[in-house]
């Protein structure tokens, strides 16, 4: 059976730094697109960062480039988002995702094209 946990989210000022872990079990995250999204209350979701199998393809949009960083831990089958210099907008649920293909920069927004999904860590960024 598949899962995808996250965890580390929590209430940080605005500035300050968080990371983000998603533990993944029943495959392997090196086999597969590994996805980080956000939804914010009221709007639809966002992806955040993108790694490939083979982790030489790693994407970001323009809202968090220079911010957030992706990463992959093959010996532990997790994946992590680094997120610094955080902001009131990016407070939003996070959620960790997996494909076993890119799909496109089109589809990248809508939760139904990922294979596997996890179940969100919420994120508040707020003084």
């Known amino acids: 059976e598949v899962h995808l946990v996250e965890s580390g989210g929590g209430l940080v000022q605005p500035g300050g730094s968080l990371r983000l872990s998603c533990a993944a079990s029943g495959f392997t995250v090196n086999d597969y697109w590994m996805f980080w999204l956000r939804q914010a209350p009221g709007k639809g979701f966002e992806w955040v960062a993108l790694?490939?199998?083979?982790?030489?393809?790693?994407m970001y949009p323009e809202s968090v480039l220079r911010r957030f960083t992706i990463s992959r831990d093959d010996a532990n089958n997790t994946v992590s988002l680094q997120m610094n210099s955080l902001k009131p907008e990016d407070t939003a649920m996070y959620y960790c995702?997996?494909?076993?293909?890119?799909?496109?920069?089109?589809?990248?927004?809508?939760?139904?094209?990922?294979?596997?999904w996890g179940q969100g860590t919420q994120v508040t960024v707020s003084s």
């Open positions: 995702a997996a494909d076993s293909r890119y799909g496109g920069y089109a589809t990248l927004n809508q939760k139904e094209r990922y294979k596997y």
């Open positions: 790694m490939n199998p083979i982790g030489g393809t790693i």
